[in-house]
């Protein structure tokens, strides 16, 4: 019963190790779409990166933007072409968050997260923020079972260390 006890609390610290601290490779996409909400007065996307007062934790320089993008004011900006792309791919150890502002003439923005689509209406009739995070792991559950998996593995590779332990000949040195 304590082999198996330091089975699980062994699996568990290994398990925050291996699958937490490993980075993951991902793929980040942002599309203008050209449209915007009724009330919007233009199709702008602004994309938050170099401002120093927004707590910003991705770099919007490690970006690739298509020709439709300008540089305004420390951030990027589309004024709305559709098919204006910003493209990105790499491992990352943490959640992603990025930011975009929000205002009278913001137009539709789609972010693409690893083939997963979310479509942002940016329109807001005062000057603020849309903060969008990003998750290390799109599929909570696949990395449960994974974590479920390795504490198994675990537990029976020190169970069976323990019986080998417990029935191999005693020796005048044990």
């Known amino acids: ?8 609390i062994a699996s ?15 793929e980040l996409q942002i599309k203008v779409t050209g449209q915007k909400n009724t009330s919007s007065l233009g199709k702008e996307v ?7 007062d927004f707590n910003q934790v991705f770099d919007v320089d490690a970006l690739e933007f298509s020709s439709g993008w300008r540089e305004r004011a420390r951030d990027m900006v589309s004024v ?17 968050t990025i930011a975009f502002l929000m ?3 913001s137009g539709i923005v789609d972010v693409m997260w690893d083939n ?4 942002y209406d940016l329109y807001s009739s005062s000057r603020g923020y849309k903060s969008i995070v990003l998750p290390k792991t ?18 029976v590779l020190l169970w069976l260390c323990g019986v080998w332990f417990l029935a191999r000949p005693l020796t005048e040195s044990d």
């Not at 568990?12 to 991902?26: A, D, Q």
């Open 80 to 96: 709305g072409n559709p098919g204006d792309t910003a493209s990105w791919s790499d491992k990352v150890h943490s959640d992603v």
């Open 116 to 119: 997963v689509t979310t479509r």
């Open 138 to 155: 799109q599929n909570e559950h696949a990395w449960i079972m994974l974590e479920l998996l390795f504490c198994i593995t675990l537990m």
């Open 12 to 26: 568990l610290g290994l398990t925050e190790v291996i699958f937490y601290r490993v980075p993951v490779s991902h």
């Open 1 to 8: 019963m304590a082999i198996a006890a330091c089975a699980l």
């Open 46 to 52: 602004w994309l938050i990166g170099r401002r120093h």
């Open 103 to 105: 205002h009278e003439f």
